[in-house]
């Protein structure tokens, strides 16, 4: 099969969290906002022509345009040849999906829409960050570190034995956190966290997309 063409800034976790599937599943893929050769703007038109709802990533395979992550990774497992990405049975791989859509919403509205861009891209006066904003998030970052200390007690990975897409949601996310300095005293209450997030960075996977902060200034 062709190619995919992954649409949005190399910085998005979750341009990052497709991106990591491709490369466990070994696909030819590109990252970026050209599409046909000529830059896309978010927010403009065109971009809506991919996606009505504005929003990052738009996968493109061939004649076929896919937005919402957790169903393009989806489509990219049941797509193209490669390791497994979902369990094979219902139970667990119901587990696995259950833990995609709370990282895509709940986790992702804490840990990086509400805490981490803040920090990386502050709205206050002068570009400074607003340290009360910060305050406010943490303890909502800090529960939900909470929740998944507790998953990963005695496992390497959130759910069954091997990385499967729910591992894809986490790592772009937590690989940012543990590497900003003032979620530091956060991610040292999360010693299981820390050590899973050391483990993905350790994958072939983890290598190339993974190691923060890549987050533009």
């Known amino acids: 099969m062709a190619s995919v063409h992954i649409v949005g800034p190399a910085f998005s976790n979750f341009v990052r969290s497709v991106v990591l599937v491709c490369h466990e599943k070994g696909i030819e893929h590109s990252v970026g906002m050209e599409v046909e050769g000529r830059r896309v703007e978010l927010h403009s038109p065109e971009f809506k022509a991919l996606n009505p709802f504005d929003k990052i990533p738009v ?18 497992e049941g797509a193209f040849d490669g390791p497994d990405l979902l369990p094979r ?52 970052v800090a529960r939900i570190l909470a929740i998944l200390e507790h ?18 949601l986490a790592a772009p996310m937590l690989d940012y956190l543990e590497a900003t300095p003032p979620a530091a005293s956060l991610m040292e209450a999360a010693p299981n966290v820390r050590a899973y997030v050391e483990r993905l960075r350790s994958r072939p996977s983890g290598k190339a997309v993974l190691v923060a902060p890549v987050f533009p200034r």
């Open 151 to 168: 998953q990963l007690a005695g496992r390497d990975f959130l759910v069954g034995d091997g990385f499967t897409l729910a591992d894809a």
């Open 89 to 140: 049975d219902d139970w667990t791989r119901a587990q696995v999906d259950q833990w995609c859509a709370a990282l895509a919403t709940q986790a992702d509205q804490a840990i990086v829409r509400r805490y981490l861009l803040e920090l990386v891209f502050p709205k206050g006066p002068n570009g400074e960050v607003r340290e009360d904003r910060v305050r406010e998030a943490a303890p909502e």
């Open 59 to 76: 996968l493109i395979h061939g004649e076929r345009r896919l937005y919402e992550s957790v169903a393009i990774c989806r489509y990219l």
